[in-house]
């Protein structure tokens, strides 16, 4: 044990991959073809935390502002390149150039606030809050953009014909769009509302779980983890709020005609 903790060991670091392999055996025998994504994330999730925690080791033992930054660069980053990757629709210059615009003001405004305002670490670029708190808004807010983004598009494909008939009759681009805005930041949202609604009864979050491992007190694990949810609403909301109604615009031509 260190400081409280349980050392897994190797062969129990193993033993947990037996769940890989139920399965694969599941999905083998049902006959759905998700062998190889399920062997190439297991090995990517392995690698990529692995390399993580060599290198936050490194970043925990050497504090620099300029590498704290770096990470939330790379962070942030990532999640726009992702973001791109995992929308399934064709998406413009414009719409890509408003997504990370609005990736980082949302984030980065709602990450400062939460260092200087409401947990105030010294100094603000202590990796130990840093690192871990932006990667759960820059996570969350990645997820939130990615779902409106669907969910917008799709909703405006799939029903163009109205929404053309509504803009023939008058009807400005704003308020033809505005029920397909409305249901993008509904489900943009709704995963992180979901998760406020379930915790603490039907289940208990891994930051809140490792904070208790770890010999925190349960009510201090929780205070943080209360207020780092709300950092989540708050940035995954900001986010979403600026993508929508910045983007939905270049959804239309300059003669208000339906471009997607």
Request: charged residues 10%; aromatic residues 12%.
């Amino acid at each position: 044990m260190d400081n409280g903790i349980i050392d897994i060991g190797l062969w129990r670091f193993i033993a947990a991959y037996a769940f890989i392999l139920l399965l694969l055996l599941f999905v083998k025998l049902r006959g759905i073809s998700r062998e190889k994504q399920i062997i190439i994330a297991s090995f990517r999730m392995t690698v990529q935390l692995i390399i993580a925690g060599y290198i936050l080791t490194f970043i925990f033992g050497n504090p620099s502002p300029w590498l704290s930054l770096l990470i939330i660069f790379i962070m942030e980053l990532f999640a726009i390149l992702n973001i791109f990757k995992q929308v399934k629709y064709k998406l413009s210059k414009q719409l890509k150039g408003t997504a990370a615009v609005s990736m980082v003001i949302g984030t980065l405004s709602c990450l400062f606030y939460f260092n200087f305002v409401v947990i105030h670490f010294t100094p603000w670029y202590e990796p130990r809050y840093f690192i871990p708190i932006t990667g759960m808004i820059v996570g969350n807010s990645m997820t939130g953009i990615t779902l409106g983004l669907n969910t917008l598009l799709g909703g405006l494909k799939e029903q163009r014909e109205l929404v053309e008939g509504a803009l023939m009759l008058g009807a400005t681009p704003k308020a033809a769009s505005k029920k397909y805005v409305d249901d993008a930041f509904d489900s943009a949202i709704l995963p992180t509302l979901n998760n406020m609604i379930g915790m603490g009864i039907i289940f208990l979050p891994g930051m809140m779980t490792g904070q208790i491992l770890s010999g925190v007190s349960p009510l201090v694990a929780i205070e943080y983890q209360i207020v780092i949810l709300l950092g989540i609403v708050g940035s995954v909301a900001l986010t979403v709020i600026l993508f929508i109604y910045l983007g939905y615009k270049f959804l239309f031509t300059d003669h208000a005609q339906l471009n997607v």
